[in-house]
């Protein structure tokens, strides 16, 4: 039977660095965020599995919402166009906003939603990414939590996807090129 891991060139994160890391970013922001009103926004689809991981590891009462924007459909490159799909169900104003993110890529999406919220007048608005692609960043982002800064090669799992395909590999994982070339 074909398996999901035969189509990955390589592990690049196994699930007990993942988790590991997500449990140590979960304890940083639950000394940071003590006594305040902390909402998480997680961006749909990518950061799902991110978001339930770190929320279990906040010791903190806390809110979640999420948004969904536009991403790279089935290509591999950022468009550059941002759109909201999926807009928040509930008004930020005067809340610590922490936006979590699996991936910072060409910083873009980020930037922009980033400002987008801003806008709407929170106490505190601060970015949350699981990985960090640092070689190809053109918009300038400041992230204040990042798990794994990963070299520039295209990654699933754990969430991130091809073609909406590989989000449920617990792992991050290097897709075979030859996959999506
Ligand atoms: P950015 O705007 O270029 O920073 O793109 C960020 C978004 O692109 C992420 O939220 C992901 O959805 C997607 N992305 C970037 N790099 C990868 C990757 O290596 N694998 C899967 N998705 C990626
Ligand atoms: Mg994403």
Redesign the pocket.
Same mark, same amino acid.
């Given at each position: 039977m074909p398996s999901l891991a035969d189509d990955m060139a390589e592990i690049l994160i196994d699930e007990q660095a993942l988790q590991a890391t997500i449990k140590r970013m979960g304890e940083q922001i639950t000394r940071d965020y003590a006594g305040k009103e902390l909402l998480l926004i997680g961006?749909l689809k990518?950061a799902i599995m991110f978001m339930v991981d770190l929320a279990r590891s906040i010791n903190l009462p806390l809110t979640l919402d999420f948004m969904a924007i536009s =991403?790279?459909g089935a290509s591999t490159v950022?468009s550059g166009v941002v759109r909201i799909l999926k807009d928040l169900d509930s008004s930020i104003e005067n809340k610590h906003v922490l936006i979590v993110?699996?991936?910072?890529? =060409?910083?873009?999406?980020?930037s922009y939603l980033a400002d987008y919220l801003k806008a709407r007048g929170p106490a505190s608005l601060k970015i949350c990414a699981l990985l960090n692609?640092p070689d190809r960043r053109t918009s300038d982002v400041a992230i204040d939590y990042h798990g794994f800064d990963i070299p520039d090669k295209?990654?699933?799992g754990y969430g991130?996807?091809?073609a909406e395909v590989y989000r449920n590999l617990p792992y991050i994982g290097v897709l075979k090129p030859e996959l999506y070339s």
């Open positions: 961006v990518g =991403s790279y950022s993110e699996d991936i910072i890529d =060409s910083g873009m999406t980020l692609k295209f990654v699933v991130l996807d091809y």
